[in-house]
């Protein structure tokens, strides 16, 4: 009864910026951290940035300073600003969600994934 739906992808040049969204939607007591995950072609899904229900974030090294994430708990939704994008941010990126159903215990949740390109 949960899905994430993610949206906001797309090419864009070197430099330039996107903001990913990631909608959770179904059956939903609450939602504790959210984060963003992405896969680039022949690497390991890695942690892009996670923000806490309290709104506590955490950054990789590679995109801090660049990337912000920030979540809407009304919406249920977790966003991604990202800026000044390089042609290594060229990944599908996911979203993440832990999300407590009523009566029920505390499951992972993902996004189908969107496509960031950037292009040199």
């Known amino acids: 009864q949960v899905q994430l739906v993610e949206s906001g992808g797309g090419l864009v040049q070197a430099g330039g910026s996107l903001r990913l969204s990631c909608a959770a939607s179904g059956s939903i007591f609450s939602i504790n951290a959210m984060g963003w995950y992405r896969q680039a072609p022949g690497k390991q899904r890695e942690m892009v940035a996670s923000?806490?229900?309290?709104?506590?974030?955490n950054y990789a090294d590679s995109v801090k300073g660049r990337f912000t994430i920030a979540r809407d708990n009304a919406k249920n939704t977790v966003y991604l600003q990202m800026n000044s994008l390089k042609p290594e941010d060229t990944a599908v990126y996911y979203c993440?969600?832990?999300?407590?159903?009523?009566?029920?215990?505390?499951?992972?949740?993902w996004g189908q994934g969107t496509q960031v390109t950037v292009s040199s």
């Open positions: 923000i806490t229900g309290g709104g506590t974030t």
């Open positions: 993440n969600a832990e999300i407590r159903r009523l009566l029920r215990g505390v499951d992972d949740y």
